[in-house]
């Protein structure tokens, strides 16, 4: 598909929480590469937190009531785009499960599911996107996160995306499809297995001989970034959106500010 197939659609965006409070730049990187694909913006002031911390805790009762303000903030727009395939992956699969058997709320659910995406997806899948005239010279390694994955099926989107960046060459790490240790609040609850996680995950990705890593979650980014200070290992960590968008040369994350 073409920008044509996204206009005069009202698109939103679902910024999620880690963005919105540790890095606002993926926000604004995710606007700039929608509005480049042809798409207009919007950005719902009610939206809340996608819910997934009170899923995964066991907390049903309030992510029900969560996802429902959720749905509200985001009903009547034709596509909803987060830059995080958790988010979206909680929004278009884990839903379902917390309304199942609510068949009035099922109609509603599936409806909010079928036009959510995560960001590289929508660009390239849905939008035809490629970046224009954005240059970095650097080499990339990318982190596959688990929900972006195996629930929102994106692999090859981000990296056809970063194919596109004059300058930058994509170096695979051997493990690039294993889980970083984050998992929400499986880093809290299992903080030393996490920790070993973590470290094999670094160690691969230092052996890949890239400069900068890549990832469509931030979660994950802040998990890997944060342990690769405490190594004070050489590897810029960058949301892909920001590189996309042509904000290569900014702080990685944990370096400095927003």
Known sequence: MSASSVENKK??????????????????????????AGCTIMVPEVQTCCGQIAYNSGDKESAKTIATQVIRAFDGFDYVVAPSGSCAGMIRHHYKELFDGDDTMMVVVEDLANRTYELT??????????????????????????????????????????????????KESEDREACCGFGG?????YSEISES?????????????AETLAAGDLGCLMNIAGRLKRRSAPLKAMHVAEILAGMGDKPGIGEGEN
């Not at 698109?11 to 509005?35: I, Y």
């Not at 609040?185 to 609850?189: H, R, Y």
């Open 11 to 36: 698109v939103a965006l679902f910024v999620t929480c880690l963005v919105d409070l540790n890095r606002p730049s993926v926000g604004f990187a995710a606007v700039k590469l929608l509005e480049a």
């Open 197 to 209: 996680m973590v470290d094999t995950k670094i160690d691969n990705l230092l052996a890949s001989g």
């Open 121 to 170: 997806s929508f660009l390239h899948d849905i939008c035809g996107y490629k970046p224009d005239g954005v240059q970095l010279e650097t080499t990339v390694t990318y982190h596959d996160s688990c929900s972006s994955l195996r629930e929102m099926k994106v692999r090859d989107q981000p990296r056809a995306l970063l194919g596109a960046v004059e300058g930058l060459e994509i």
């Open 185 to 189: 609040t499986f880093c809290l609850k």
